[in-house]
C-alpha cells in the first residue's frame, strides 16, 4: 500500500543532542511538508520542498534542518538550537500541479520529548 | 503575514445536535482545504474549495468558501460519536505553485451520547 512513513514513533532528546526524524514516502509525491503540532494548537510548517534538491523555509525553522536529496525521502533533524522541542511532528507529501493546491497526505507522526 | 484564524475553539455537543466551524484569512485565500484529526491520530483530507461561494456536500458535511474568499466553514448536520476530533482549515494565499498552507487553530468537536 502507497503511504508515508514515519519514524521512530517516540524519541527522547538529551540535552545538546541532535536527533533526526525520519519520514518516507512511495506515493510518488513530489512535495513534502514538515509540520510540528504542540498540545490543543494547529500545525505550524518547519519546512517544505517542491522537489529534489530545494527545500525552503516555513514560518518556524530556526533550530531544525531538512534534506531532499532522493524524491522519497525528507528528513527532519532537531539540533541543539532548538530550545524547546517537545512537540508532535508530522510529515506531509502532495502531488504538485500548477493550477490550485493538492490534498496533503500525513504520516503518522513522531512524538519527541526532552529527557 | 497570513493569518488563519478558528473558532470556537473548543464545541461540546450532545449526539443528534449540529455543529459548525468557522475559519477566517487576514489574506484573500487562493483555495481552502479542510482537515480532520481523530485524537492521537493525524490529519486527514477531507475537502478543498476553491472558487468564492462554493459550497459543497459530503453526507452530513456542508462546507462553503466565502464569497471574498477570506472565510469558510464547515457544518455538521445531526452529529454522532464518531464525528469526535479536531477540525482545521488549510488556506493558501496564491494560485500557481501553490505548495505552502497555513493551518487554522483548529476546533476540537466532543459529542456527548
Known amino acids: 500500500d502507497g503511504g508515508i512513513t514515519q519514524s521512530p514513533k517516540y524519541l527522547f532528546r538529551k540535552e545538546g543532542q541532535n536527533v533526526t526524524l525520519s519520514c518516507e514516502q512511495n506515493?510518488?509525491?513530489?512535495?513534502m511538508y514538515w509540520y510540528r503540532q504542540d498540545p490543543g494548537q494547529g500545525l505550524r510548517l518547519i519546512y517544505y520542498s517542491q522537489i529534489v534538491n530545494d527545500f525552503q523555509k516555513g514560518d518556524i525553522a530556526e533550530g531544525y534542518s531538512v534534506s531532499r536529496e532522493k524524491k522519497e525521502s525528507f528528513p527532519l533533524t532537531v539540533t541543539s538550537a532548538q530550545k524547546n522541542p517537545t512537540a508532535f511532528y508530522l510529515c506531509?507529501?502532495?502531488?504538485?500541479?500548477?493550477?490550485?493546491?493538492?490534498?496533503?497526505?500525513f504520516g503518522d507522526g513522531t512524538r519527541l520529548s526532552i529527557l | 503575514g497570513q493569518q488563519v484564524m478558528q473558532i470556537p475553539q473548543y464545541q461540546h455537543v450532545q449526539e443528534g445536535e449540529d455543529f459548525t466551524t468557522y475559519c477566517n484569512s487576514s489574506t484573500t485565500l487562493s483555495n481552502i482545504q479542510w482537515y480532520k484529526q481523530r485524537p492521537g491520530g493525524h490529519p486527514v483530507f477531507l475537502i478543498q474549495l476553491v472558487k468564492s461561494g462554493e459550497v459543497k456536500k459530503q453526507k452530513r458535511l456542508t462546507f462553503q468558501f466565502g464569497e471574498a474568499k477570506k472565510n469558510s466553514s464547515l457544518h455538521i448536520t445531526a452529529t454522532q460519536t464518531t464525528d469526535v476530533g479536531t477540525y482545521f482549515c488549510?488556506?493558501?494565499?496564491?494560485?500557481?505553485?501553490?505548495?505552502?498552507?497555513?493551518f487554522g487553530t483548529g476546533t476540537r468537536l466532543k459529542v456527548l451520547a
Open positions: 488549510a488556506g493558501s494565499g496564491t494560485t500557481s505553485g501553490t505548495y505552502k498552507y497555513i
Open positions: 506531509a507529501s502532495s502531488i504538485t500541479r500548477r493550477a490550485h493546491g493538492q490534498p496533503q497526505h
Open positions: 506515493l510518488n509525491h513530489d512535495a
